[in-house]
Every structure is written in C-alpha cells, then in structure tokens.
DNA sequence: CAACCCCTATCTAACAATCGGTAGGCAAGA
DNA sequence: TCTTGCCTACCGATTGTTAGATAGGGGTTG
C-alpha cells in the first residue's frame, strides 16, 4: 500500500461521503473499502475532521481542474455552460452520489470549522467559474453575474438531491431542460 | 404532559430533523427538549423510523395545508408563485433549518422505507401545487408543467441548501430575484 | 560485507462515549 | 383494578480514537 494508501484513503472516502455524508462517513467500513485496518488511516490523518477535509479540498481541487479543462476545450462559453451540468449528472450515473458540496452543506452546523472553509471554497469555485462564462457570453449584465451565477449553481445542485431521491436520472435531464427553456440556462 | 407530550415530539423532532438531519436526531437529546426521558418516546412511537416516518408525514401535511391557503388567499396563481419561496426563507430565518425534504432527501440511501415513501410525498404535494399554479398562470404549454414545476421546486430547494452554508438570507433573497430574472419564476 | 538502528506503515487490542432500544416498576385517574 | 404515561436502569452495538507491538526497508557504522 504504502503512499497509494493515502491516496486510496481519500479515493474511497470521498465516494463514501458523497453517499453518505459527514456523519455517514465510518472509519472502519472506509479501511475496509481500502483493505487495511481503521487505526491505519491515523497513520495518514489526525483525525475524521481532518481526513473529511483532506476529502472535500482535494474535491474542490478536482472540481476546478475539470471546470478549466471544459473552460479550455470551448471558445464559445456558453458552450461550457451547456456542459456544467454534467458532473452533477455523473455522480448520479456514478452509484446515486450527491454532489459532496450539497451533502456537506446540509450538515453544515454539524461539521468541524476546517471541513467547513473548504464547503464554501467549493461553492466560490463554482460560483466564480459560473460568473466567468456568463459574462463572456453577455448572458448577464456583470452587476448580476454572480447572483446568476449562484442561482445556476443552486438550481442545478437542488435538480440532483430532488432526482437523487427519486434515483431516475432522467428527472434530472427533465429539470435540466426546463432550465434552459425558462431561460436560467443557454438553449 | 399526557396527550400534548406526542404533539411536543413531533414538534421537536421536527425542528431537529431540519438541522441534523435523520441520522442526527437524537433519542435522548429530543427527549431532553421535550422534558421527558428517551424510554417515554417510545411510549408514543415503536422505534426511531416510525417516529421519523411520523415527523416527515406531519411536515407535508403541514407544508400541504399551508400551500392551500396560500392558494385560496389569491386569485392570481402569479401572486401565489410569488409567495412560494417563503416558506423555505422562513425556516433559514428560524434557526438556519433546512427543508426536512431536503436534508432527508440527502440521506435517502440511509433511510427506512416509511421515512423514504413520506419524502416523496412531500415532493409530491410541492410538485403537484405548483404544476397547478403553473398551468392556470399559463405560463407553459400543459405537457411541461410537471417538469417545470419541478424544476422550481428543486431550485428553491437548491438556494435554500446553498443559502444555509453560508448562514446569509440576503444571498437566498438574491437567487430568488435571479430566478425571477432569468424568467424560471414570475416576476 | 555484516551488524546495527530507525523510520514507515501497518497491525491487534482495547477504551470511553454514545447510540437505539428494552424490561420492569411506579403513580394517578377512570 | 386496569390502563395510561412516565420513570430508572440497563443492554448490546457502534463509534472515534489511542497505546503498544510488529514487520520490513534503507542508511549508517564497524
């Protein structure tokens, strides 16, 4: 195992908590899912508060490492826009999952401070991304960018926990469509 | 306490589940807000999930009642759809809550059946309501009404859970006025 | 080259706290 | 006297976490 531990550690945890949420995330099952012992994970992280926020900044990290790749592969932003909403529509294809954001947030009074900054980083990061596309697309006027911005962001987070619980993705593409015909989304 | 004692339950448990969720409701902790002891909840209700099962029928229940009168108060469905968001600020301004259908529609995975079988009928009588209002407001062709009446269930639902992590109405009021905007809810 | 040591990564075993739930008793009103 | 509503006391399971041991690899030293 060794360095790929850590690695797995958060791999696995980040999958779990994503079904699961804070409170859901249990160590001993999550060293199992590894295939080492609970007190290993102590090895690698102080403590649950810590690993879960090891988890939700390196979620964010990958949150943006993909927004810049999709940023990159269009001139046209609005054609980015039309692809945002796929890695919500993912997690559901991938196991039912919940975007880690929206599960955090719901318990957000229950979380440690340090899981809690990198639950608002995640939201900046898809704020900012969002505002940025809307802009170049003239969508918006730039004093309401980032109001829309964080209206898109909560629509489309709220689209998955409503289809989530229904476990049909394809209430979700429903919601998704009825966005763009009602205008919060390009056609 | 006799027969108010149930109510009292509901009631806290209610306000609970709205902060911490299915799996942070806690036995001795409710019975502690009500004056009793955790072996008297059982007195009233046969396990954890029956309760839950309980607290979540009520909140429709309620959350129903409300919508109704919402919608006998005005002869406008516009006026109507335009009070809909309210109930959701509400329980930001009292205490931070989420929408019990929100925060349990996260832990579907984890939750019993009766529970599960009471979120979706929440969803339901929402979805249902506004499909109503949409249609006599003749805001979309009849085929789309139920897709779109979800589509602002969940995106209220959304701003709600985004609103909530960060302990700031104002940014609720703001998704709320882009979604106006953006022409998903009538201005 | 061999003996030594130490660091890394993991283990077993257990602790203390907390959880949902149960058994059985007690008091009061019908 | 029987039912209702609540209590005390406890059980078993699960939780995050810790202490202490062990195995192996790599570097240093004789």
Same mark, same amino acid.
């Given at each position: 195992? +060794?360095?790929?531990?850590?690695?797995?550690?958060? *791999?696995?945890?980040? @999958?779990? *908590?994503?079904?699961?949420?804070?409170?859901? @995330?249990?160590?001993? $099952?999550?060293?199992?899912?590894?295939?080492?012992?609970?007190?290993?994970?102590?090895?690698?992280? %102080? +403590?649950? *508060? $810590?690993?879960?926020? %090891?988890?939700?900044?390196?979620?964010?990290?990958?949150?943006?490492?993909?927004?810049?790749?999709? $940023? =990159?592969?269009?001139?046209?932003?609005? *054609? =980015?826009?039309?692809?945002?909403?796929?890695?919500?529509?993912?997690?559901?294809?991938?196991?039912?999952? @919940?975007?880690?954001?929206?599960?955090?947030?719901?318990?957000?009074?229950?979380?440690?401070?340090?899981?809690?900054?990198?639950?608002?980083?995640?939201?900046?990061?898809?704020?900012?991304? @969002?505002?940025?596309?809307?802009?170049?697309? $003239?969508?918006?006027?730039?004093?309401?960018?980032?109001?829309? %911005?964080?209206?898109?962001?909560?629509?489309?987070?709220?689209?998955?926990?409503?289809?989530? =619980?229904? =476990?049909?993705?394809?209430?979700?593409?429903?919601?998704?469509?009825?966005?763009?015909?009602?205008?919060?989304?390009?056609?």
């Amino acid at each position: 195992m +060794s360095a790929n531990a850590k690695e797995a550690i958060l *791999a696995a945890g980040r @999958l779990s *908590a994503q079904a699961h949420g804070y409170g859901g @995330l249990n160590m001993r $099952e999550l060293a199992g899912e590894v295939g080492i012992k609970a007190a290993s994970i102590y090895h690698h992280f %102080a +403590s649950k *508060a $810590e690993l879960a926020a %090891a988890i939700a900044e390196r979620y964010w990290q990958d949150t943006k490492a993909w927004l810049d790749e999709v $940023e =990159s592969r269009h001139q046209d932003p609005k *054609a =980015s826009l039309r692809e945002y909403p796929d890695t919500f529509r993912n997690s559901l294809v991938n196991g039912n999952r @919940l975007c880690l954001g929206s599960f955090l947030g719901a318990e957000y009074d229950d979380l440690p401070e340090p899981v809690r900054r990198q639950v608002q980083t995640f939201a900046d990061v898809n704020v900012a991304w @969002l505002q940025d596309r809307l802009i170049e697309a $003239e969508m918006v006027e730039k004093e309401n960018a980032e109001d829309r %911005a964080r209206a898109i962001f909560a629509a489309i987070a709220g689209a998955q926990l409503v289809a989530r =619980s229904r =476990s049909d993705i394809t209430i979700f593409d429903a919601m998704i469509t009825s966005y763009q015909r009602a205008g919060l989304l390009p056609q």
